[in-house]
C-alpha cells in the first residue's frame, strides 16, 4: 500500500571557454567603426554571460545519455540513470519509488538498469521529480507507461508535466523545448512524505533554477548503520533569452528563491547527496573510491554543505555577469 502523507537539460546553446573568450577578444580587436561603443559593450557582455553559463552548469554542453552502469549506493538505494543525469531507484518489498528519468532517450536505459539489478520496473508505484527540464523529465511519460506509475511534482511543475510545454517564468523560457505530456499526477507541498510500505521520502521546495524544482530527503540503513540520503535538485541560476535573476518581471523572485533553496539544501542532513546532475556533488569521483571503501565511499556528511557553496559561488557569478 502506498500514500501521500501531509506533514508539520534542454538542450540550449553552448559556447566553450576559448570560443567565446576568442569571440569577445575579435569585437575589441575589429569592432567596424559604425558601431558604436554602447553596441559593442552590448554585444561583449551577451558573449560573457554565455561564457558564465557554458563553464558554470553541468546542464550545458555535456553527454546527458553517456552510458552508466547501475550500481547499489547504500543500502536499498541504487543509481540506475545515465552518466549524464541522475535517477535513483529505493526499493522495497513492497514497492520502488524512483527519483528522476532523464532525456526522452533514458527510458529505456532505466528500465535495463532496473531489472539488470534484479527488480521489476512493473513494481515502481511513485516517480518523483526534481524540475520540470527536459533533461529530468523528458523520459518521464514513457517510464510511466512501463511501470503503471504515478509521477509527483510541485504545484509549479505539475503542470509543466502534464502539458509538456515549458513554463513561461522559467528562467530558461524560450530555449526549451517541449516534452511529451505525463498522465497521472500528484502535486506535493514542502514537507510532505510520499510513502510505500516502508519507504518515506520527504518533499522539499527548492525553487530559482525553476520556479517549480523539489529535493528529496529520506534513510537508508547498510550493515546496521542508517545514514541521511539528500536528491538535491540543481541550484545553478542559469538565465536564457536577457532573464537576469538580478530582477526580471518574467520571475521576480528568482534570486531570493535560488538563494534560500541554496541555504536549505546546504542546511539538510546529509550524510549521502546525489545531485539532479551527479557530477555537481561529486559522485563519479566517490564512485571511483566505492572498489576500495565498499558503499560507505559515497558517505560525505559535507557533501550539501559543499554542494551550496558551489552553487553560492555561481549565483555571484551569474549576477556580476548580468551587470
Known sequence: MSAVARTARAPTMAV??????????????????????TTTDTMKKLLLSLLLASSTSPTL???????????TMYGNVHYVGQRGISAVL?????GHILIDVG???????????????????????????????????????????LSGATVIGSANSVPVLASGKPDEADPQAGSLPDTAPV?????????????????ALTAHETPGHTRGGLSWTWQATENGRTVDMVFADSLN???????????????????????????????????VLISAHPEGSELWERKARQAKLGN???????????????????????????K
Open 103 to 145: 532525456t526522452e532517450k533514458s527510458p529505456q536505459a532505466v528500465a535495463a538498469h532496473i531489472r539488470q539489478l534484479g527488480f521489476k520496473v512493473e513494481d515502481i508505484k511513485y516517480i518523483l521529480t526534481s524540475h520540470a527540464h527536459g533533461d529530468h523529465i523528458g523520459g518521464t511519460a514513457a517510464l510511466q507507461r
Open 183 to 199: 498522465a497521472r499526477t500528484r502535486v506535493v507541498k514542502d514537507g510532505d512524505v510520499v510513502t510505500v510500505g516502508p519507504l
Open 90 to 94: 529505493v526499493t522495497s518489498p513492497q
Open 16 to 37: 566553450s571557454c576559448s570560443a567565446a573568450t576568442g569571440a569577445a577578444t575579435a569585437i575589441r580587436s575589429s569592432t567596424p567603426a559604425f558601431l558604436s561603443t
Open 237 to 271: 541560476a542559469i538565465g536564457a533569452n536577457g532573464f537576469k535573476y538580478g530582477g526580471d518581471p518574467r520571475y521576480p523572485q528568482a534570486r531570493a528563491d535560488v538563494a534560500a533553496s541554496i541555504a536549505k539544501v546546504a542546511g539538510f542532513r546529509c550524510d
Open 61 to 71: 554542453a555535456h553527454n546527458w545519455d553517456e552510458p552508466q552502469e547501475p550500481f
Open 296 to 322: 560507505a565511499a559515497f558517505i560525505d556528511a559535507e557533501a550539501c554543505r559543499k554542494y551550496g557553496a558551489k552553487a553560492k559561488a555561481r549565483l555571484a557569478k551569474q549576477l556580476a555577469g548580468e
